[in-house]
């Protein structure tokens, strides 16, 4: 069974951090592209970050460039979201997403497997 499941969320104050986690499952994890989207309240769903299949080549949206950085863990078939100073802005649902691709993407498209999201909500 194909499976992503997000954990990490929460609630912090401005300026705080959080890591977020994606373990995989069901799929062959060092063959797939990884990203986070995430979806505020009344707002679509916008890329956040990506991560090619090998890990060393990453992107980021403009809003979190610097304040934000992806990785991940072949072995461990994992993918992290370390966030840093913090925004009420940030206030979302955040999704793991994996892509049959090894290089790097930013369109939601290109995203087969998607996790059920986890809440990260930012107070001012």
């Known amino acids: 069974q194909v499976q992503l499941v997000e954990s990490g969320g929460g609630l912090v104050q401005a300026g705080g951090s959080l890591r977020l986690s994606c373990a995989a499952s069901?799929?062959?994890?060092?063959?797939?592209?990884m990203g986070w989207f995430r979806q505020a309240p009344g707002k679509e769903r916008e890329f956040v970050a990506t991560?090619?299949?090998?890990?060393?080549?990453?992107d980021y949206a403009d809003s979190v460039k610097g304040r934000f950085t992806i990785s991940r863990d072949n072995a461990k078939n994992t993918v992290y979201l370390r966030m840093n100073s913090l925004r009420p802005e940030d206030t979302a649902v955040y999704y793991c997403?994996?892509?049959?691709?090894?290089?790097?993407?930013?369109?939601?498209?290109?995203?087969?497997?998607w996790g059920q999201g986890t809440q990260v909500t930012i107070s001012s």
């Open positions: 991560i090619n299949s090998r890990g060393d080549i990453t």
């Open positions: 069901g799929i062959t994890f060092s063959f797939y592209a």
């Open positions: 997403a994996a892509a049959r691709r090894l290089i790097i993407t930013s369109e939601r498209m290109n995203y087969s497997v």
